[in-house]
C-alpha cells in the first residue's frame, strides 16, 4: 500500500491550492481516504473524507465551505482543493486511508505530506 | 463535544512502563486509535483501543478503554518511543473525527 502525495505548494493569500493523492498497492474503492493537516509545531487536525466507491463525502465544521475532497477512481487519485487561503493555513498536509479494522475506523496508511505556505 | 484531551508532555525512564491517556466524551460512544509520529515524518497507526497492533508495531504497545478515558501504554520504553502520540476517535455526532492535541513522550 502506498500513498503517493503531490509536490509542495506555494500560494498567495486568498487563492485555492489543490492536492493530490495517488494509491496504489490495494482496491482503491474499498477504502477511504481522509485528509489531515498540521500547522508547524502543532497537533493533527482531521479536515474531511472522501468514499472513493460513492464519492460521498464529509467534511469538518472549521473546513465547511472552503474544503473540497474528490476523488478520479480511473487513475486511483483523491484530491483536497482549499480555498480563500489565509497565512494560517499554511501547514503539511496529509492524506490517509480510512477503514474499519475490529469495529474500530483507522487511518491505517497515510501520504508523506505535502508542505503548502501561503504567503503574499 | 468534539474535543479529547491529552496531557501535553510525559517522560519515563528507559526501560520503564507509561501510560498515555486521552479523554473525552466521545469516548464513551467510539472506540479509539493512537498514531505515532517522530519528527519530520508522517503519523503512523500503533494500535486501536480494541488492542490491535498494525503488523510490525511491537508488542509492547497496548492500547485499553474505560468509560470518556483511552489509555496507550508502552511496557518497556525504548529510546526508539520518543515521540508525538496522537489519539483519534470520532466526535460526539458520530459525524466527524477529531484528534487529540498529542502528547510528547520523552524517554530518560
Known amino acids: 500500500v502506498q500513498l503517493v502525495q503531490s509536490g509542495a505548494e506555494v500560494k498567495k493569500p486568498g487563492a485555492s491550492v489543490k492536492v493530490s493523492c495517488k494509491a496504489s498497492?490495494?482496491?482503491?474503492?474499498?477504502?477511504?481516504i481522509n485528509w489531515v493537516r498540521q500547522t508547524t509545531g502543532q497537533g493533527l487536525e482531521w479536515m474531511g473524507w472522501?468514499?472513493?466507491?460513492?464519492?460521498?463525502?464529509g467534511y469538518a465544521q472549521n473546513f465547511q465551505g472552503r474544503v473540497t475532497i474528490t476523488r478520479k477512481t480511473s487513475i486511483t487519485t483523491a484530491y483536497m482543493e482549499l480555498s480563500s487561503l489565509r497565512s494560517d493555513d499554511t501547514a503539511v498536509y496529509y492524506c490517509?486511508?480510512?477503514?474499519?479494522?475490529?469495529?474500530?475506523?483507522?487511518?491505517?496508511?497515510w501520504g508523506q505530506g505535502t508542505p503548502v505556505t501561503v504567503s503574499s | 463535544s468534539s474535543e479529547l484531551t491529552q496531557d501535553p508532555a510525559v517522560s519515563v525512564a528507559l526501560g520503564q512502563t507509561v501510560r498515555i491517556t486521552c479523554q473525552g466524551d466521545?469516548?464513551?460512544?467510539?472506540?479509539a486509535s493512537w498514531y505515532q509520529q517522530k519528527p519530520g515524518q508522517a503519523p503512523i497507526l500503533v494500535i486501536s483501543?480494541?488492542?490491535n497492533r498494525p503488523s510490525g508495531i511491537p508488542d509492547r504497545f497496548s492500547g485499553s478503554f474505560s468509560g470518556d478515558t483511552v489509555s496507550l501504554t508502552i511496557t518497556g520504553a525504548q529510546a526508539e518511543d520518543e515521540a508525538d502520540y496522537y489519539c483519534?476517535?470520532?466526535?460526539?455526532?458520530?459525524?466527524?473525527?477529531?484528534f487529540g492535541g498529542g502528547t510528547k513522550l520523552t524517554v530518560l
Open positions: 466521545s469516548l464513551r460512544t467510539y472506540y
Open positions: 490517509a486511508r480510512g477503514g474499519v479494522h475490529d469495529d474500530v475506523y483507522v487511518f491505517d496508511y
Open positions: 483501543t480494541k488492542n
Open positions: 483519534n476517535s470520532r466526535d460526539t455526532s458520530g459525524n466527524y473525527f477529531v
Open positions: 498497492g490495494y482496491t482503491f474503492s474499498s477504502f477511504d
Open positions: 472522501v468514499n472513493p466507491n460513492s464519492g460521498n463525502t
